[in-house]
Structures are given as C-alpha cells and as structure tokens.
C-alpha cells in the first residue's frame, strides 16, 4: 500500500507578518495546502492521504478539506504533526500501522504542504524507485555554487558543483525501514536531522535520486508567495 | 487543480506555466503519453504564420495529435490507466445539419486555446476515445490526422456520385498517405491511383493499383473523382491537374491546407460540372470510426507505422525543442514525442 503523507506541521516562523501558516495562504484561489492535496488526489495509487498540521489547525484543514474536494475528503485524513518533521513522519506511520497495518512494502510518499507545483511524473517516479530502491530524494541539479562555512564567516570548502543538487520533496521511503533507522538513532543524531532522507544517510542505506522540476518551489518567504502568485496568474495569459 | 502548461511564448521558445483545472466541473482530466508533432504545430514553432496570427495566439500549448491515460474521470466511466485518444475539436453548440468540425463556434487545440502539451489536459468527457489495448500507441498518437482522412472519405462517400471505378488521390506525403490506406479499407472495389512528385516516397504506397509522377501523367489518363493532399504553393498545380484529368460530374475533395488564395481553373469546373469540396478536421463520429477500422483491418496499423519517424522522450523543455527541430529535418513521417512530465 502507498500513502501520501503531506506534512503541514510547520508554523511559518520565516513567513513574516502573517497571522496564518503559509500553507493555509491563498494562491490563485485556493489555500496552498489545497493545491498540494489535489495532486495527491488524483493520483491513483494512493490508499490514503495523510495531512498533518499543527494541533489548533486541525479543524481548521478538515474544513478546507471537506470545502474543497467535497466527497473525495472522505480520501484524506488530518491528523495532528509531531514536535519535529520526523516526529511528524512518524506520527504518520504509527496512523498506518494502526489502521491499515505496516509491512515491508508499505510505502510513503511524504510532501511538504507549500510546494503546490509538484507534478505527477515526480509522483510517479517516487513511487515507482520507493518501491524498488526503499529509500528516493527528489532533487534538482544546483545552479549555485554551495559553498561550505564552518564558522559562518570564512569559506571552508567549495564542493564541485557538478556532484551538488538541491534537495525538494517527495521524500519517499519504506515505512517500516524509515522508522527501523530512526528509533535506532542516538538523540544527539535525531538533533542535526533535517530531513528523513538523512536518516537513511546516517546510517549508510542507499537513497535514490529522482529529478525535480525548478519550479516545484517551497513556499517560504513572502517573495516566494509572490512569485507563486505570478505563476498561477499566468493561466490567463494562456489562449 | 493546479496543472504545469508548456505554451510557446516565441518562435522555439516555450515556457512553463499553470492553470488551474476544476476537478468539480465534471471534466475527464488525462494525463498525455504519446504526442505528434503536426505542420500546423511547426508553423507555429517556427514563426511562419502571419505575424498577426502569431500575436494574436500565443501564447499557447501546441500539439492537438495525441492520446494519453485517464487520470481521473469523476463519473467513473473510464478506470484510471485506460488509454484514450484525445480529440482537439471542441464543440460549445450541437446542431443538426453542420458538422461539429464546421461549426464557426467551435474552438480547436493548439489553434484557438490550449493544445496537449500539458502535464494533465482536462476534457469534456466526449472528448475521449478509448483505445484498445492492442493498437500499437505510437501509431494511435497521430489518430487525429488519420481521423481527418477518414471525416474527408466519409464526406466523399455522401457527396460523390455512385460511379467510381478510379479514383486519384494528389500527394506523396503523410496526408496521401494515410487516406490511401484508407481509402483500400473503406472502398476496396475501386481503383486507386496516387499522384506524387517524389518515387522513394511513391514506392511505399505498395497497396494502392498505381502510382503515378505528376511530371509525366498520361495523357489520356482519367478517373471519376479526385483528392488533393498536396497543400501549400504545390495545390495550384495539383488541382489544375485534377481538373485535366477528371471525369465531367466528379467530385474534388480538398484536404491540403495553403496559407495563399489558390487560382483554379474555374472554366474547366463549369464546363465538366465539377464539384469542390472542403474536407477539414475531425469530429467524435469520425474518431470513433478510425478506432473501428483498427480493429477491422489490423493490417492498416503496420502500413501506418512505416510512417513512424523519430521518437523523442521529453522530460525537458530542451527535449521539446530536440523533438520540434528534429521533426523539421525530415523528409516524410510522423515524430512522436513520448510525453513524460
């Protein structure tokens, strides 16, 4: 079985000075988190698609949820994050085992709620490597070049460019191994974790790399917002 | 939902942008995996039409020759996966004498709105096809032209009269190509003769009874109706030629598109009492009876793949435009575009 975690646990600290998390933000005219589940939506691959938010916004998304997709909501759950993302993630699990039962096979595909322009080929693609590989990073070949600072002032490496990538999401991952790796992690490793694919990487499992798209951008700052704006706006340049 | 649109904004320049589609509208959405590269599309690509018409469409999504799978189909009439060719015409009005494809009103992909080269293309659910899973799908990417060789010999077979023991068909090229396959399929009893200027091209029609250089027709040759698939500055040519050659009371049937006027020779059509017709487009009946004939004659899908040219596998914006300049380059054939975004 394939579940769709879509994380929304965030609280948007970097979103400047707005009441609401960013991923209830409108853009076009739906809240971002509503983009971002009616691409799951539609994908049938899924069993279930799981959301997780912030305690005090889970009514809050089962009313959007039921507002906007009407009787396909009976297709998402809204359950309440963890204290981190991976606390999060295995909020999520612990839902599955729960009602459905976890096996080896059983596969997330996990999504932050703010990068609505996901497409279905990297869907797909995440499904179809999760299966066969465990473990895939959605990425996108770096533009920039990363450089490495130990103290925040001086330079301490500059890394080929060619071997850098920018990471995105769907992560995806086996859930049974994901939590295996993550309940065997030392407190002080759980602390330098920002995201799940590490957790593979720590403990020396293989993640796969699945192509991004440039524009499958997070939503993060009000210039993000802007631009997310703009894109959307475009359809009625379309003839 | 949002949906990630490849629109050319410029000759050989497309660019990313979204629309939102409405799951609620009770359109089929569809998710293109086979996409064939047209001329109407490559003129677009190449800034060859009227600079008026280029500011007036773009910017716009080409590509109306395609199938794809359904994504999601709110009625539940098509399983997710099934394969369906899309169709491009797109009717806001019924009526009961004018063809859907005729109709003033109604709008076409990749001309008037937004062509398939989309991630999800959402459709009226008529607008779809199934396509049976035996039917090669590189071949049933370019349905839509076959559709239009088949809305032409539907049209010719209600307009012409009942003599028809030769028929010549005008142009050596995919148009020609494909409506002499299926003129055989639909009208077996009749002769065949296609005209042509090129004989490598000339010697892959093997099914038809003749083929014939338009540099060296004979002179007392005849035949009692004609099609011309020639288009652009050669039509003038080819349908003077028609008229040299027709029988008095035939029927012209003109499927070649020209961005000029076209002088005929109008004496020649009073005196032999000659009838002109327009073929153009497609519409659902003629889709649905191409799909038929795949099942009926499986022979005509191996004649159709010989005009299979390139296939491109597109991720990229880049790749679009290998598969849009390789399609420039060659001399006969359909490309196809294996749409994976």
Request: hydrophobic share 40%; charged share 25%.
């Amino acid at each position: 079985m394939v579940f769709g975690v879509i994380l929304a646990g965030g609280i948007g600290s970097r979103m400047g000075n707005v009441e609401k998390p960013k991923q209830y933000l409108k853009v076009g005219n739906k809240p971002i988190i509503i983009h971002t589940i009616e691409k799951f939506f539609v994908h049938e691959a899924f069993t279930k698609l799981l959301v997780l938010c912030p305690k005090q916004w889970v009514e809050n998304t089962r009313n959007l949820v039921k507002k906007y997709l009407g009787a396909g909501a009976e297709h998402v759950v809204v359950l309440e994050g963890g204290t981190t993302r991976n606390e999060t993630i295995m909020n999520s699990i612990a839902y599955i085992e729960k009602e459905y039962g976890v096996d080896d096979d059983t596969l997330i595909v996990t999504h932050d709620s703010v990068r609505p322009f996901l497409t279905y080929r990297i869907i797909e693609e995440n499904i179809k490597y999760g299966l066969e590989y465990g473990a895939v990073d959605t990425v996108i070949s770096a533009t920039d070049t990363i450089v490495e600072s130990v103290d925040g002032k001086a330079i301490t490496s500059v890394p080929d460019r060619k071997k850098m990538y920018q990471g995105q999401t769907p992560q995806t991952f086996k859930a049974k191994k994901l939590r295996e790796l993550y309940l065997s992690l030392s407190e002080e490793e759980k602390e330098i974790l920002t995201d799940a694919s590490k957790i593979f990487v720590i403990k020396g499992e293989k993640v796969y790399l699945v192509e991004g798209e440039v524009f499958n951008i997070k939503i993060t700052y009000p210039y993000d917002l802007r631009v997310a704006e703009s894109l959307i706006q475009d359809q009625k340049s379309g003839k | 939902m949002l949906n990630t649109v490849y629109r050319l904004v410029a000759p050989r320049r497309f660019e990313v942008e979204f629309n939102d589609i409405d799951l609620h509208s009770g359109q089929i959405v569809v998710r293109p995996t086979h996409l064939s590269i047209c001329h109407a599309d490559q003129r677009y690509y190449q800034g060859i039409r009227p600079a008026e018409v280029m500011r007036e469409k773009l910017p716009m999504a080409l590509i109306h020759e395609g199938l794809g799978e359904v994504v999601y189909d709110p009625a539940g009439t098509f399983q997710p996966g099934e394969s369906v060719i899309m169709i491009p015409n797109t009717p806001v009005e019924q009526d009961d004498i004018i063809a859907e494809n005729y109709l003033r009103s109604s709008r076409f992909r990749a001309s008037g709105f937004d062509g398939f080269m989309q991630e999800h293309v959402a459709l009226v659910p008529d607008r779809v096809v199934p396509l049976d899973a035996s039917v090669d799908k590189i071949v049933a990417a370019f349905t839509e032209l076959v559709s239009v060789s088949v809305h032409a010999l539907r049209r010719f077979d209600s307009i012409a009269h009942e003599r028809r023991n030769v028929i010549g068909i005008w142009g050596d090229g995919n148009l020609g190509y494909i409506t002499s396959i299926f003129f055989k399929a639909m009208f077996p009893q009749t002769e065949l003769y296609v005209f042509g200027v090129d004989q490598e091209k000339l010697s892959q029609f093997s099914f038809v009874d003749e083929t014939f250089s338009v540099m060296d027709i004979p002179k007392g040759l005849r035949i009692d109706h004609a099609f011309e698939c020639v288009g652009g500055a050669a039509s003038q040519k080819a349908i003077n030629q028609m008229i040299d050659h027709i029988q008095p009371e035939g029927t012209i049937s003109l499927l070649g598109v020209s961005e000029y006027p076209v002088p005929i020779n109008t004496r020649m059509v009073l005196e032999k009492g000659l009838r002109l017709y327009g073929s153009s487009r497609s519409g659902r009946e003629d889709f649905l009876k191409t799909v038929e004939l795949y099942k009926t004659h499986p022979e005509i899908i191996g004649y159709l793949s010989n005009i299979v040219g390139a296939q491109i596998e597109v991720r990229s914006i880049a790749d679009m435009n290998r598969a849009f300049e390789t399609d420039i380059h060659k001399s006969i054939g359909k490309t196809i575009m294996l749409w994976n975004k």
